[in-house]
């Protein structure tokens, strides 16, 4: 079999959907030394047939305690730079927010419209979601912590956006790949994002061959001590 290639974001994340899962994208990270790429077990799609996949945008949320003038312009605008933040999504980019407490509400129908309307791959918010029976609606691929209906407008904002941002310990930067399903939520770093995802199709035909080896009555340390894969 050819090696699996791609020209650009559209064919690599078509050819993702296709072939891969997250699990094997984990694996290669792994074998590369990178060891925590995964977020929180907790964080997961809110459908469970779903998948994320897309470039990064990060997104660092804050908590406040209603709109009050303060020094910065920002303490008295609602939701701070949410509003500006989801404008700026691009097609097939992840909305991708962390930094506040688990209080409310991160994302919601009506934000789940406009990055449609932007085109983006979808949103994985480091807490609760709202609106799920719209979202659902929407076939909009969003991983959060779960539903809560308490709205984000008078206890958090968004301060900044295409900032580095650390999410459960895994640093996530600005066109970072963000590939998500039922089993989790991975960050594949920019820099390795070729050698990953080499390193993942090469995996994948290699778990079919196991796979069919297996049906045919191979042992386990038989077939590991042949492929190499389990």
């Known amino acids: 079999m ?94 991708i927010c962390a930094g506040s407490s688990h209080r409310y509400a991160l994302w919601g ?9 932007c085109g983006a791959a979808g949103a994985v918010v480091h807490g609760f979601h709202r609106d799920t029976n719209e979202i659902e609606n929407l076939n909009f691929p969003l991983a959060s912590f779960g539903s809560y209906a308490q709205d984000q407008g008078v206890r958090g904002k968004v301060i900044d956006w295409r900032v580095p941002i650390e999410v459960d ?21 920019k820099e390795l994002e070729e050698a990953v995802f080499k390193g993942a199709f090469e995996k994948a035909l290699g778990e079919n061959q196991v796979l069919l080896a297996l049906q045919n009555g191979m042992t386990t340390v038989e077939a590991y001590e042949k492929f190499g894969i389990m």
């Open 169 to 189: 310990g895994v640093l996530v930067r600005d066109g970072d790949i963000i590939f998500g399903d039922r089993d989790g939520i991975v960050v594949v770093p």
């Open 109 to 117: 129908g009506l934000m789940s419209t406009r990055a449609i309307q």
């Open 2 to 95: 050819n090696e699996i290639s791609w020209q650009n974001d559209k064919e690599l994340f078509a050819l993702a959907k296709e072939k891969l899962f997250v699990a094997l994208v984990g694996d290669i990270l792994d074998s590369l030394g990178y060891t925590h790429q995964f977020l929180s077990p907790q964080l997961k799609p809110i459908r469970t047939d779903m998948v994320i996949l897309g470039r990064a945008m990060p997104v660092l949320e804050a908590d406040f305690f209603g709109d009050h003038q303060g020094h910065a312009s920002i303490s008295s605008k609602p939701f701070g730079l949410m509003f500006e933040a989801l404008d700026d999504l691009k097609e097939d980019e992840v909305y």
